[in-house]
């Protein structure tokens, strides 16, 4: 088992920054690829950012240029640094780690992120 435990999350004004953090723990030897998602109200939950174990990254459209993942390999950890936020970045967002390359996926509790003036 995997436990993932996520904070950082928070109110913050359009323009502001928040950096949300991952920290992965339990029977764990490696993991392929660590992850954040995100689900606004009355949608469905989509991607924002993923990075492998060897750093490749990818990024969905919507939070290229704003948002960069990082991850510590040693700590079993993620970030997420969210800059120039906008309201439609409000969402709960999930951290996400996979294992192996075809799974399986483990999810944190979602941390609640809030732009708004």
């Known amino acids: 088992q995997v436990q993932l435990v996520e904070s950082g999350g928070g109110l913050v004004q359009p323009g502001g920054s928040l950096r949300l953090s991952c920290a992965a723990s339990g029977s764990i030897f490696s993991i392929y690829a660590m992850g954040w998602y995100r689900q606004a109200p009355g949608k469905q939950r989509e991607l924002v950012a993923t990075?492998?174990?060897?750093?490749?990254?990818n990024y969905a459209d919507s939070v290229k240029g704003r948002f960069t993942i990082s991850r510590d390999n040693a700590k079993n950890t993620v970030y997420l640094q969210m800059n120039s936020l906008k309201p439609e970045d409000t969402a709960v967002y999930y951290c996400?780690?996979?294992?192996?390359?075809?799974?399986?996926?483990?999810w944190g509790q979602g941390t609640q992120v809030t732009v708004s003036s």
């Open positions: 996400n780690a996979r294992l192996n390359y075809y799974g399986p996926d483990y």
């Open positions: 990075i492998t174990s060897g750093g490749f990254t």
